[in-house]
């Protein structure tokens, strides 16, 4: 199994055992499309400021899947002639009245990833349920990350924030790891050697937090 991306990552680690995602809890969806939009900031293909979202560079083959949310922001910029507000991105997914937006991610997603896990359980028409093989070792991956005595990974510390603001992230870990997690974490942010790092968990952070409110308040409806 080839190396999985953190939105190729969160999707396996939360999609529900009939295959999709609950209609009643869109904090989930929320977190999956926060994980896509920082997986294209990070490679710098979209920018970031001042809570909005715009166009900064091409999406890389390598990201394809997510390519449908890529050109939603891309319409999104060109239809006001300015960024678009983050969570307006998340609404389009969370308050529509059908998940076809959110099937053609998902199924990008799926189609994405290496034959071994494509054929996982199909769970009806355009499901799909993840290997429990498959989630052992991406949470596996993540425990070793997340608890080594060097700096997590920032794929990892984004993953295990978005897991645990989407309530999985109790599944993967034990509660003596998830006490020495938000230890590291909170080390991490007081040090001083670590600027970088703290800046690039500030943002995210603060992204995150946009995004996950505006799924949270659909939740609710």
Do not use: W
Request: glycine share 4%; aromatic share 6%.
């Amino acid at each position: 199994m080839k190396d999985l991306s953190l939105t190729q990552k969160f999707f396996i680690c939360t999609v529900n055992e009939k295959g999709n995602f609950s209609s009643y809890d869109q904090v989930p969806v929320a977190c999956l499309i926060a994980s896509g939009v920082l997986e294209m900031y990070m490679a710098k293909c979209i920018s970031i400021e001042k809570k909005r979202l715009s166009i900064a560079d091409k999406l890389p083959e390598s990201m394809e899947y997510l390519k449908s949310l890529y050109d939603m922001i891309e319409q999104e910029n060109a239809n006001r002639g300015k960024p678009v507000k983050a969570e307006k991105i998340v609404e389009k997914y969370t308050g529509a009245f059908t998940d076809k937006k959110l099937r053609e991610l998902t199924n990008a997603i799926v189609q994405s990833m290496d034959e071994d896990i494509q054929s996982a359980e199909k769970a009806g028409k355009g499901k799909y349920i993840p290997k429990r093989e498959i989630l052992f070792d991406v949470a596996d991956n993540l425990r070793t990350d997340l608890l080594r005595t060097d700096l997590p990974s920032k794929d990892a510390i984004v993953f295990a924030d978005l897991l645990d603001r989407a309530g999985h992230l109790k599944e993967y870990l034990s509660k003596y790891e998830m006490k020495e997690l938000k230890k590291r974490l909170h080390e991490i942010r007081k040090n001083k050697d670590e600027a970088a790092v703290k800046k690039t968990i500030r943002q995210i952070d603060e992204l995150v937090d946009i995004l996950v409110s505006a799924g949270g308040i659909f939740s609710d409806v």
